[in-house]
């Protein structure tokens, strides 16, 4: 029976688009609050380093560069990665002339 465990009678899926002037504002607006949650982020996690390993008290944020590889791959590579995948996403994004309508 053709129709009754295939795709008979079944609409497929609608294909997004994601060359929409609306798509290319979101994935922009989302590098944005992802640049900032990194941001914010990073600063948590120095802060809270400093609360619990600094005995003396005088404690300043360490610049990514100084950081080792586990600290680094978690706390710049990874929300980095993130960050640029959204802004990639929305240059790729832009429309084409021939799209225009």
Known sequence: MPGRY???GVA???VHD???PLMRSLFIIL????LVAWFLWYQFIASMAC????VSGN??????WELNSEDLQFMVLIPGAITLAFFVIAFFAKSSK???R
């Not at 590098?31 to 992802?34: E, K």
């Not at 609360?51 to 600094?54: I, M």
């Open 12 to 14: 497929a899926a609608p």
């Open 6 to 8: 295939g795709n008979a």
């Open 51 to 54: 609360a619990f390993g600094s």
């Open 31 to 34: 590098g944005c609050l992802s």
């Open 18 to 20: 994601l060359s929409t």
């Open 98 to 100: 021939k799209n225009d």
């Open 59 to 64: 404690c300043t944020t360490p610049a990514p």
